[in-house]
């Protein structure tokens, strides 16, 4: 079974500090690990993913993400936030055997 | 390029109806899921399709099927309504299905109220 835990369901943070996220997985094979970002009434958008060429992943807009086997870990951070940054943000978890699992969102607000 | 699309982009319905929702992948694309998204969690597996076939299914009763056609697009169908199916429906494509780092486009979703 393959499961995906998102630590967090809330993030506050000011405006130029920097932005964890955290995320936890679980699976049989070898993992496929993305991050979304869905804004209000937007459609889910990918920051990056996770292709086993590297552990340090870069995305867009100013992500990035390690991938840390040992911990079972796929933590997105950003040096620093900008208000446009305030989404919803999703670890996902896919496997050969054909599903998806998405963990449960982490919303992040950023203080001006 | 035109993404992903979906339609309707809004539904009521009631309770022991049928909806069927419409997804169109990008083009190129040969594979589609579909999620759902209650508020406040995150999307939920249902099915996954590639070259017209089943790849994958999550878990959802019998009462949700989807099929693909020649063409890659597809329809997710829902029989008997319950209260408990309203929410964002979400299309992904992609170009070879789910396997390792496939990445999935999604469409802006179809908001589905059962009343």
């Known amino acids: 079974a393959q499961s995906v835990t998102q630590l967090d369901s809330h993030v506050s943070v000011s405006e130029g500090t920097p932005v964890l996220l955290r995320c936890n997985y679980s699976s049989s094979y070898s993992p496929s690990l993305f991050w979304y970002v869905q804004h209000p009434n937007k459609g889910l958008q990918l920051l990056l993913k996770?292709?086993?060429?590297?552990?340090l992943v870069k995305g867009i807009n100013g992500f990035e993400a390690e991938f840390k086997k040992s911990e079972t870990s796929f933590h997105l951070t950003k040096p620093s936030a900008h208000m446009s940054d305030a989404a919803e943000y999703f670890c996902?978890?896919?496997?050969?055997?054909?599903?998806?699992?998405f963990g449960d969102g982490t919303t992040l607000t950023v203080k001006p | 390029d035109t993404g992903v699309t979906q339609s309707p982009t809004h539904l009521i319905k009631t309770r022991g109806q049928q909806v069927t929702l419409r997804c169109s992948p990008i083009?190129?694309?040969?594979?589609v899921s579909w999620y759902q998204q209650v508020l406040g969690q995150g999307p939920q597996f249902i099915f996954q399709?590639?070259?017209?076939?089943?790849?994958g299914r999550g878990n959802f009763p019998d009462r949700f099927s989807a099929r693909q056609f020649p063409n890659y697009s597809s329809e997710l169908n829902v029989n008997a309504l319950l209260l408990g199916d309203s929410a964002l429906y979400l299309c992904?494509?992609?170009?070879?299905?789910?396997?390792?780092?496939?990445?999935?486009?999604f469409g802006p979703g179809t908001r589905l109220l059962v009343l």
């Open positions: 399709y590639y070259e017209k076939e089943e790849r």
């Open positions: 996770y292709t086993s060429a590297a552990t």
């Open positions: 996902v978890l896919n496997t050969n055997a054909g599903k998806s699992t």
């Open positions: 992904a494509s992609s170009f070879a299905g789910l396997a390792g780092t496939e990445t999935q486009y």
């Open positions: 083009s190129g694309h040969k594979s």
